[in-house]
């Protein structure tokens, strides 16, 4: 009889280790990410939004670029902030069957994000831990995510904030016939290329301002106005597109002292 109590005592020992070991192992493995898909991989990503524009990124060789509702250079940082909310990590997924759509905000979603195939509709925030309800094909996840706002922020805010995506500045060309060919041509030359505008929009007004042309080593010209007022601004004509910028960065790009 003790025989037999001490054997019992030692299997439940082992079935205790076992499951120990067990629980052990699920804990220090990764929870699984939101997107099945490797983010390297992804070619499209598109943002939909009632009552407003539908943004479309797409992969190309040289980069991403915004494909709507404009085409023109894609701002690089914020694809990446989308691509790294695609590898968070789903800390708890149900059945679409199981939750009340309506009572986590998925009944008519604010925001869908989809990126190739995979779409993901944005529903309200879980009070208690402030994840995030989302809805993915039969199944509802909570992540942890902080890319909303960027989500409903305006369309041109995607937008390369770059001057000069490519091509290498060589001289400016004023209206009035001067020619600014800088002192320090490389310096120079890398201001236009790396200099970043605070805001990139859509240019209200393409007439006011001083205009001048930034001729290309390539030999193309690039039509330009500049306005030095409360704010300092860059408008390109050839796209529309206002930057703001500081005086500091206007000062270095048109080479005054």
Known sequence: MRARLVLNLILLLLLALVAFWLWQKRQSEPPPRLSRQAVDSIQRLSIERPGAVAIELVREPSGWRLARPRQLPASEHHVQMLLRFLESPVWQRYPRDQIDLAAVGLARPGVVLQADQLRFQFGALEPL?????????????????????????????????????????????????????????????????????????????????????????????????????????????DLGLQYELSREQLDALLARP
């Open 129 to 237: 831990r402030g994840l995030r309800y989302l809805l993915q094909g039969d199944e509802v996840l909570l992540v942890q995510e902080g890319v909303s706002a960027l989500l409903a922020s305006p369309w041109w805010n995607f937008i390369d904030r770059r001057l000069l995506p490519a091509g290498t500045p060589l001289r400016l060309r004023f209206a009035d016939g001067t020619v600014l060919e800088p002192g320090a041509p490389a310096t120079w030359a890398a201001h236009w290329r790396q200099e970043l505008a605070s805001i990139v929009q859509p240019a209200l007004d393409v007439e006011t301002g001083e205009l001048f042309e930034l001729e290309l080593e390539s030999g193309e010209r690039i039509p330009w106005r500049w306005r030095n007022g409360e704010q300092s601004q860059l408008v390109r004509i």
